[in-house]
């Protein structure tokens, strides 16, 4: 196929400074002819995403049952349908045959004629002479070498001659399977603002459903629907010269490339207008019609780079949008992995910090802000207590005696003191403290409202009345002894 380009390593120095050419549809052709059934279901699931089939239809369409065309069981011009089918049962090489690439080398002999011959009024209108007509099949159907440009023939002749040509086809240059397809893009319309759909056509989706659609095409059929519609679009173009629209080629074209074969235009009554309107449309858009949408290309793409297998547009999140991008897994990737060393280096920041908060805990005086701090840490011990860094061993528990007089004796004695509780009710007994120590607690108020340097003060004259009593005590003893 023309579509796919070959990789050629050149190690030719002074071709280095050349553009390298690169076909985007590349991926979408490769698979397309590796594993074609993979290829038609990511295609069809994006057509049935535009346009709605039943069952039937979407079975025709993907080949699994014969279509249903109209005017297949209809009795009406039946003498008119066994004509046409006697004269496509003359077969020759080119011309009647299926289509095939020996085929289309000899058609494009006329299509290339032609394509410097656009302004002949009334291009592929006007009928040619038919003898001029019979003597240039007869050459495409032996395969002899045709100088057209000789004065021979003229431009009606091979018009008309390339109209016979796809006439003669078994069945249409579009296909029968297609057929329904290309009825339902024609009813592609906008919707309003309370989505409703109106009567304005809704071009985007329909150029998107007719790029799909080609993309199913057998290659043959695909290769030459393109070269037709490129010279109808510039026939149509040069319609000052000759005359010739795009309806008016649609109106000629119509009943080769789209209409079921042996039908009337009675069968198609209902339809004959929307397929007229839709060649038209191919003719008009037939420079965008050939390229693959660009979610396709990227399904085909990450198919072979071994990425995740996305199966429709809505997987790729908006890639035609203008202005979007599709989504890049590598980049996912990147930014996910960027995001899991960013947490990492969080929480380790986060844990040294705790730590050294911790030590700086660890190592206050003994306080009552200290005891309040160290109960936060045992409150969350998992978020915010370092166990494995500080050495905390565990102290034995013991009573403690929450009096002045107790404390005393806990530092002379070295014996845990157990406070008796009187019987009648179980509120502690109200702390003794020394006048010096009410004095203080007066002059500062509570241990939980003190500052730090009141808490050492206070610590301080404890220590210094315990040494006095302690001192005391000792001389007391020595003398009784």
């Known amino acids: 196929s023309d579509a796919i380009c070959n990789f050629v390593i050149c190690n030719d120095s002074s071709l280095h400074s050349q553009p390298i050419i690169f076909n985007p549809d590349f991926f979408v ?3 397309r002819h590796e594993k074609p059934e993979v290829f038609t279901e990511l295609v069809v699931s994006n057509i049935t995403r535009l346009i709605d089939l039943p069952g039937a239809e979407l079975a025709q369409l993907m080949g699994e049952e014969d ?3 109209p005017g297949a069981n209809s009795t009406a011009s039946g003498f008119f349908r066994s004509l046409m089918s006697l004269k496509r049962k003359e077969k020759g090489v080119v011309f009647g045959s299926p289509l095939t690439e020996e085929g289309i080398a000899q058609v494009s002999q006329l299509i290339e004629y032609l394509h410097k011959n656009l302004r002949a009024e009334g291009l592929f209108r006007v009928p040619g002479n038919s003898i001029r007509q019979q003597i240039l099949k007869d050459a495409l159907n032996s395969g002899t070498d045709i100088d057209l440009d000789s004065g021979d ?7 008309t001659l390339l109209k016979m040509f796809l006439g003669e086809l078994p069945e249409p240059l579009l296909t029968h399977k297609h057929f329904h397809a290309h009825l339902k893009i024609a009813d592609l319309t906008l919707f309003d603002e309370k989505g409703n759909k109106t009567s304005t056509p809704d071009k985007e989706r329909q150029i998107e459903a007719l790029q799909l659609l080609f993309l199913i095409l057998p290659a043959p059929n695909r290769s030459l629907l393109k070269l037709l519609l490129d010279l109808l679009y510039q026939t149509a173009k040069k319609q000052d010269k000759n005359k010739m629209s795009a309806h008016n080629l649609a109106l000629m074209f119509a009943p080769h490339i789209l209409w079921p074969r042996n039908v009337t235009a009675n069968d198609l009554q209902e339809n004959i207008t929307k397929l007229n ?14 390229k693959a949408p660009a979610y396709i290309r990227e399904c085909a793409r990450l198919h072979y780079l071994g990425s995740r297998a996305y199966t429709s547009k809505d997987d790729l999140d908006l890639l035609t949008t203008p202005g979007s991008k599709e989504l890049q897994p590598l980049r996912s990737q990147k930014r996910s992995r960027l995001d899991t060393c ?3 280096e969080t929480q380790q920041r986060t844990e040294e910090a705790l730590k050294e908060l911790f030590r700086h805990v660890h190592n206050m005086p003994d306080s009552a802000k200290k005891k309040k701090l160290i109960r936060q840490f045992n409150k969350h011990p998992t978020a915010l ?3 494995s860094d500080v050495p905390t061993s565990p102290a034995p528990r013991r009573t403690r005696s929450r009096s002045f007089s107790g404390l005393i004796k806990r530092k002379v004695l070295g014996t845990p003191v157990i406070l008796e509780r009187k019987s009648r009710d179980a509120t502690p007994e109200p702390e003794r403290v020394s006048k010096e120590n009410i004095h203080l607690l007066q002059k500062c108020g509570s241990p939980a409202h003190m500052s730090q340097a009141k808490l050492k003060s206070l610590e301080g004259r404890k220590e210094e009345s315990c040494r006095r009593m302690r001192a005391h005590l000792l001389s007391k003893d020595s003398s009784s002894l």
């Open 342 to 344: 960013n947490q990492e």
């Open 385 to 387: 207590t370092p166990g």
């Open 153 to 159: 023939f003229h431009s009606n002749d091979v018009a």
């Open 277 to 290: 309107n839709g060649v038209t449309f191919m003719i008009k858009h037939s420079q965008k019609l050939f």
């Open 67 to 69: 279509p249903k065309l």
């Open 29 to 31: 052709e490769k698979l």
